[in-house]
T-cell receptor
Framework: AAGVIQSPRHLIKEKRETATLKCYPI?????VYWYQQGPGQDPQFLIS???????DKGSIPDRFSAQQFSDYHSELNMSSLELGDSALYFC????????????FGPGTRLTVT | GQNIDQPTEMTATEGAIVQINCTYQ??????LFWYQQHAGEAPTFLSY????GLEEKGRFSSFLSRSKGYSYLLLKELQMKDSASYLC???????????FGTGTRLLVSP
């Protein structure tokens, strides 16, 4: 079965640089969520989109932005990177605005040096 | 606000049964999920409860009591590969995002 695809899987950036993380959803899954998971921590919700519109916003810094495109893929843009941004970033997909369970992608491991 | 509590760590023996508890206090509730996560990997969906009672799915069962703000995940016939973190997550009633508990690290020994 098709799963959530995230790219890149690993990314190394320096402080103050920018990064773009991409998420390609399971076919027909119209809702996307972004989560950040620091070392030894639980996933923290950042932002979500339903039908290309932002549906909810969590603890996402102003330096980050995201969008969902017409083909339902999503991108998380991160600017002025800080050491504390080093984490695993997961994209999750669901159907119908999140009524159904969320399926997580493999994650992008971002390391800021 | 949201508060979801789980034990930090549990140990069990291969072939045994283990119960992982989760208590929650959330501003909105629209279902409780259990995910399994191996280190450095994505959370994998295990079960979902929105009504009170027990949901059984192979070796895994999950129970929910909404009035008590309580759930548990029951793992039977433990295998070594079950060593992982188990995350309890509540779906926020308003916008469907998941709010995760701190996770329980389960170690299965021979």
């Amino acid at each position: 079965a098709a799963g959530v695809i995230q790219s890149p899987r690993h990314l190394i950036k320096e402080k103050r640089e920018t990064a773009t993380l991409k998420c390609y959803p399971i076919p027909r899954h119209d809702t996307v969520y972004w989560y950040q998971q620091g070392p030894g921590q639980d996933p923290q919700f950042l932002i979500s989109f339903y039908e290309k519109m932002q549906s909810d916003k969590g603890s996402i810094p102003d330096r980050f932005s995201a969008q969902q495109f017409s083909d339902y893929h999503s991108e998380l843009n991160m600017s002025s990177l800080e050491l504390g941004d080093s984490a695993l970033y997961f994209c999750a997909n669901s159907l119908d605005g999140g009524y159904y369970e969320q399926y997580f992608g493999p994650g992008t491991r971002l390391t800021v040096t | 606000g949201q508060n979801i509590d789980q034990p930090t760590e549990m140990t069990a023996t291969e072939g045994a049964i283990v119960q992982i508890n989760c208590t929650y206090q959330t501003s909105g509730f629209n279902g409780l999920f259990w995910y399994q996560q191996h280190a450095g990997e994505a959370p994998t969906f295990l079960s979902y409860n929105v009504l009170d009672g027990l949901e059984e799915k192979g070796r895994f069962s999950s129970f929910l009591s909404r009035s008590k703000g309580y759930s548990y995940l029951l793992l039977k016939e433990l295998q070594m590969k079950d060593s992982a973190s188990y995350l309890c997550a509540v779906r926020d009633g308003g916008f469907q995002k998941l709010v995760f508990g701190t996770g329980t690290r389960l170690l299965v020994s021979p």
